[in-house]
């Protein structure tokens, strides 16, 4: 399958790893928009939120686990973000689903452009 982030988790396009355990792969966004920019992604492809389900989901809790204990490692004790983008509207760019986990600095109030 032609998916950067599969590519990623394989090794075969470099990345600098955050974290990882047999269910996730978590590595630093190469465009980060704040100190701690980290993707979290399952290993399983999935394309994105639109293809969660009860067969696949239970990678997901995980996901949020795993984003709680970066959170902590990180110091982000001040609060953060976490981001997944959808689809078309939502400016998804990367076709496998993945968790931004952003924070290191004030990430303003508002959720969306107005
Ligand atoms: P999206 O726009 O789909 O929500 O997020 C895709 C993210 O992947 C972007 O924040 C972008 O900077 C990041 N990204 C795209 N290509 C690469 C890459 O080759 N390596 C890394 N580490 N991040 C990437
Ligand atoms: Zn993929």
């Given amino acids: 399958m032609d998916c950067l982030f599969c590519k990623i988790i394989a090794g075969e396009i470099p990345s600098t790893k955050v974290y990882e355990d047999d269910m996730v792969y978590a590595f630093n966004d190469i465009n980060p928009v704040a100190p701690v920019h980290i993707l979290i992604i399952p290993k ?43 689809g078309e509207d939502a400016g998804q760019s990367v076709h496998h689903l993945h968790f931004h986990l952003i924070g290191g600095r004030f990430l303003g109030l508002k959720m969306v452009e107005e």
């Avoid at 994105?48 to 902590?72: G, R, W």
């Fill in 44 to 86: 399983k492809h999935i394309s994105s939120a639109a293809e969660i389900s009860s067969e696949n989901s239970a990678v997901i809790s995980h996901i949020f686990e795993v984003a709680a204990k970066l959170a902590k490692e990180k110091e982000l004790d001040n609060g953060f973000r976490i981001v997944t983008n959808c």
